[in-house]
């Protein structure tokens, strides 16, 4: 079963100008029972920064969270030590563990950030706290690149959590078929447009929910010739 999760029922987050958020789960100011997460899944925000602005130094604890820059760039500091700045391609992962604070801001003085921010809840409480990141693939050769496991096979982040993340990225005309455990749970999130998730056109921030499925067939809609590729997320979840 694919359940269907509206871009436009998604909730909204306003914060002053500086920060325009759209929840695909209940954050924040946004609660909508039906929609608290699923699976080992918590959180998917997709925040747009405005140049200059962003979230100070903050604690989180328990919780593996994971930021994919789509746009602009990420200024990241923590309280293990760690000062980077990620660009539109490159992914973080920051397991909060036992404890930790850290900032996100957009450096650019003219240019606005856009981010996916993931939470995924651990398998466990009081993990120490660690922090990776890496960068998306930069060709469609592949059409599903894994980001995050709890293994950390193929060059993937690591996840305390079974589960995996795909990054997904597919030209036009393209397709991908994969096999799915019928008990696992499945999310697929979509970040640019054109994509079919078994025959469900799905658009830009859209989502499905997927369960007790055996098989998912991908399909980017746009003709062949287009240049325009579609692009997503695919978690592999309990």
Same mark, same amino acid.
């Given at each position: 079963? /694919?359940? #269907?999760?509206?871009?436009?029922? $998604?909730?909204?987050?306003?914060?002053?100008?500086?920060?325009?958020?759209?929840? @695909?789960?209940?954050?924040?100011?946004?609660?909508?029972?039906?929609?608290?997460?699923?699976?080992?899944?918590?959180?998917?925000?997709?925040?747009? &920064? %405005?140049?200059?602005?962003?979230?100070?130094?903050?604690?989180?604890?328990? *919780?593996?969270?994971? @930021?994919?820059?789509?746009?602009?760039?990420?200024?990241?500091?923590?309280?293990?030590?760690? &000062? @980077?700045? /990620?660009?539109?391609?490159?992914?973080?992962?920051? @397991?909060?563990?036992?404890?930790?604070?850290?900032?996100?801001? !957009?450096?650019?003085?003219?240019?606005?950030?856009?981010?996916?921010?993931?939470?995924?809840?651990?398998?466990?409480?009081?993990?120490?706290?660690?922090?990776?990141?890496?960068?998306?693939?930069?060709?469609?050769?592949?059409?599903?690149?894994? /980001? %995050?496991?709890?293994? =950390?096979?193929?060059?993937? *982040? $690591?996840?305390?959590?079974?589960?995996?993340?795909?990054? =997904?990225?597919? %030209?036009?005309?393209?397709?991908?078929?994969?096999?799915?455990?019928?008990? $696992?749970?499945?999310?697929?999130?979509?970040?640019?447009?054109?994509?079919? %998730?078994?025959?469900?056109?799905?658009?830009? =921030?859209?989502?499905?929910?997927?369960?007790?499925?055996?098989?998912?067939? #991908?399909? !980017?809609? #746009?003709?062949?010739?287009?240049?325009?590729?579609?692009?997503? /997320?695919?978690?592999?979840?309990?």
């Amino acid at each position: 079963m /694919l359940q #269907l999760r509206p871009s436009q029922q $998604r909730g909204i987050g306003e914060h002053g100008g500086w920060l325009r958020s759209r929840h @695909s789960f209940s954050f924040a100011d946004y609660v909508d029972p039906q929609h608290m997460g699923f699976s080992a899944l918590r959180v998917i925000n997709d925040d747009e &920064v %405005a140049p200059g602005a962003g979230f100070p130094q903050h604690a989180h604890r328990d *919780m593996e969270i994971i @930021s994919v820059v789509l746009q602009g760039s990420l200024e990241h500091r923590d309280s293990m030590g760690h &000062v @980077s700045r /990620l660009h539109a391609g490159e992914v973080q992962r920051m @397991s909060a563990g036992t404890g930790i604070t850290h900032s996100e801001y !957009n450096p650019s003085p003219d240019e606005p950030l856009r981010f996916l921010q993931i939470w995924i809840v651990p398998d466990r409480p009081g993990i120490t706290p660690s922090y990776e990141q890496r960068s998306l693939p930069d060709t469609i050769s592949e059409p599903l690149t894994l /980001l %995050a496991s709890a293994d =950390g096979q193929a060059g993937a *982040m $690591r996840l305390q959590q079974d589960a995996r993340l795909y990054f =997904g990225r597919l %030209a036009g005309g393209a397709s991908v078929q994969r096999r799915l455990d019928p008990a $696992r749970k499945y999310y697929l999130y979509v970040i640019q447009a054109g994509l079919q %998730a078994n025959r469900q056109v799905l658009n830009t =921030g859209d989502a499905v929910s997927i369960v007790e499925e055996s098989k998912l067939n #991908l399909v !980017n809609e #746009l003709p062949t010739d287009s240049n325009t590729q579609t692009e997503f /997320l695919f978690f592999d979840l309990p």
